[in-house]
């Protein structure tokens, strides 16, 4: 096998989709402002620390998806990919996805981010494996709870190793913006730092890992 690994935000994305559909849902009303943003920013600011509790995290994203009907949810990220994600899908993200399908790779979206939130986004972008920190779902209804392991740093690599499933990699590529998957990236037979934050900006450097500007 070869493999292409995607991360979304801030990679195929010039946005981070998990805090946008946050900032969506207090501008649409369907949220306490106040507290639905503070909590939104603390969180966010602790991914971008690389300080995150996942579970945590994800707990109070899916609060949200307890409240509502698989339809109404359905509707409303149509809408927010209508308003929010699709003005912020990079055409540089399309171009690489489509290098490697025109090399015939195996191509894998992986994100720390819900599927709930990231599995229509992938889809849009021509992505159909994807690996994301799952939401539970029971008698077709969220729980509010994240199922197995969070896809989060080196849960990354854990829920890839299930994905794969023992079938062995020949050659890979894994792209991403953030330290917080340096793991993913040394992984990968080859490194590239998508528009990378200051930490993997200057690992990848170190490293002697490509970097690319893919926000043009």
């Known amino acids: 096998m070869k493999l292409a690994l995607f991360d979304l935000d801030h990679t195929l994305l010039n946005t981070d989709s998990d805090h946008s559909w946050g900032e969506f849902l207090v501008n649409e009303g369907l949220v306490d402002p106040v507290h639905h943003r ?11 620390a690389g300080q995150l509790d996942p579970i945590a995290y994800n707990e109070f994203v899916f609060e949200f998806l307890t409240q509502n009907t698989p339809e109404v949810l359905t509707d409303l990220h149509a809408l927010f990919m209508q308003k929010v994600i699709r003005p912020q899908m990079r055409p540089k993200g399309f171009d690489g996805i489509k290098k490697h399908q025109n090399l015939g790779h195996d191509i894998v979206g992986i994100t720390a981010t819900s599927d709930f939130i990231t599995a229509p986004i992938f889809r849009a972008f021509g992505i159909t494996e994807i690996i994301a920190t799952n939401a539970e779902v029971q008698d077709g ?51 590239i730092a998508v528009n990378p934050d200051d930490r993997l900006e200057k690992l990848a450097i170190d490293q002697g890992w490509t970097i690319e500007d893919w926000s043009i």
């Open 38 to 48: 503070q909590m939104n920013d603390k969180f966010y600011e602790d991914y971008k």
């Open 141 to 191: 209804k969220y729980t509010g709870k994240v199922a197995g392991l969070p896809c989060y740093q080196k849960g990354k690599l854990a829920r890839l190793d299930q994905w794969l499933a023992g079938r062995s990699v020949e050659e890979s590529w894994a792209y991403s913006d953030s330290i917080n998957d340096r793991f993913l990236l040394e992984y990968a037979t080859h490194a």
